[in-house]
């Protein structure tokens, strides 16, 4: 029997558009929607596209500061921004509201057993701390979807991987002193690259000691090396930690065209990717797995790169991922190097993790 997935769209999300010469505008999300259509993703019966409801002040604040959420709202409607590449409108808010709420209507469907699985469009804004944004990001809803399990629906251990290019350093830093959340990042070398932190040593603290742990990679790394990064050091800690639900959010910007990002895997990469993650939630926790897919800033290969991930979540057997560049060749020294932030990280966690003892 095929397992249903639940994908969360809203026509207005495209009101997140941060302005002309920004990377991120908001024509992504129908652009995506359009080549899932064209690929034939949205005519599968198991796949469900359903409209989220805004979230909360209520839902925000289970996460945020009030001051902060209030802080946003005044910048929203006095539409100035947050910082430099942040800003903020009464249509971006909006749209970063529906955002929210698809991570929240997502964790509805996964735990109402209306879907095993569910596709948050548009979300994964982890650069968002509880009193901070910045990055693109002003809502973390990540975190939301969390809490909103934690709270309603009584889930104890979530296991978040973030495979963005850039370090999910808003997550992080929420999760920091918490043992409920193995937040496991995989990101380009935090020396090369926005926010500049994000390296191995950095485990967590206190009762989170060994829960945050952080794969940066060199500039370069390709299919091969990413995927054995993860086999690595995400499943076995996944397989140790036995979580509830699996929380992935990512998007296109690892892809070797990305504008931001100098890592350099594929499409087929991310379906890889995709179908790991989906594997390793089947074996360990019911197949409950929720993606969150918003980032990357090369329009040419976004539509391609997402839905890749997304037919990965489905479950679908191959894709049809035709590069419109030729991929480049993996410089030899990733690997080693990688090898090197592997044995390096085992070694800073096997006082909390028997797997790598
Ligand atoms: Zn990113």
Same mark, same amino acid.
């Given at each position: 029997m095929q397992e249903n997935v639940v994908m969360t769209f809203h026509?207005?999300?495209?009101?997140?558009d941060l302005g002309e010469?920004?990377?991120?505008?908001?024509d992504r999300f129908l652009n995506a929607i359009n080549f899932f259509r064209e690929q034939g993703l949205l005519s599968l019966p198991q796949l469900k596209v359903i409209e989220p409801k805004p979230a909360s002040k209520e839902d925000l604040l289970m996460v945020h500061d009030e001051s902060y959420v209030d802080l946003i709202f005044r910048l929203a409607s006095e539409g100035r921004p947050y910082d430099i590449e942040t800003p903020v409108s009464p249509q971006i808010l909006e749209a970063a509201l529906l955002i929210v709420g698809g991570a929240i209507e997502c964790g509805k469907a996964v735990y109402d057993e209306r879907a095993k699985r569910a596709i948050s469009l548009g979300?994964? =804004?982890?650069?968002?701390?509880r009193d901070y944004g910045g990055g693109f990001c002003l809502f973390n809803d990540i975190a939301v979807l969390v809490e909103h399990l934690r709270h309603?629906?009584?889930?104890?251990r979530f296991l978040i991987l973030d495979y963005d290019v850039h370090f999910g350093n808003g997550t992080s830093d929420i999760y920091?002193?918490?043992?409920?959340v193995l937040f496991i990042s995989l990101h380009q070398d935090p020396r090369t690259l926005y926010p500049g932190k994000g390296f191995t040593?950095?485990?967590?603290?206190?009762?989170?000691?060994?829960?945050n742990v952080n794969v940066p990679l060199p500039p370069g790394t390709g299919d091969s090396t990413y995927l054995y990064a993860l086999r690595e050091i995400f499943v076995p800690l996944a397989e140790e930690f036995q979580p509830e639900i699996i929380i992935a959010n990512g998007g296109s910007?690892?892809? =070797?065209?990305?504008?931001l990002g100098d890592l350099s895997l594929t499409a087929k990469g991310f379906f890889a990717l995709s179908n790991l993650i989906r594997e390793t939630a089947k074996k360990?926790?019911?197949?409950k797995l929720i993606m969150l897919v918003g980032s990357g800033y090369n329009p040419k290969i976004l539509p391609l790169c997402w839905y890749a991930l997304a037919a990965g979540a489905v479950g679908l057997?191959?894709?049809?991922?035709?590069?419109?560049y030729a991929a480049p060749i993996e410089p030899p020294f990733c690997r080693k190097k990688v090898e090197g932030v592997i044995d390096e990280l085992k070694g800073l966690l096997k006082k909390r993790w028997k797997c790598f003892r």
């Open positions: 026509e207005k999300f495209r009101q997140y010469g920004h990377p991120y505008r908001g979300g994964g =804004f982890h650069h968002a701390g309603e629906r009584n889930v104890k920091y002193r918490d043992s409920s040593w950095e485990i967590g603290e206190g009762y989170g000691e060994g829960f910007d690892p892809h =070797f065209a990305d504008m360990l926790c019911d197949g057997e191959e894709i049809n991922a035709k590069e419109p």
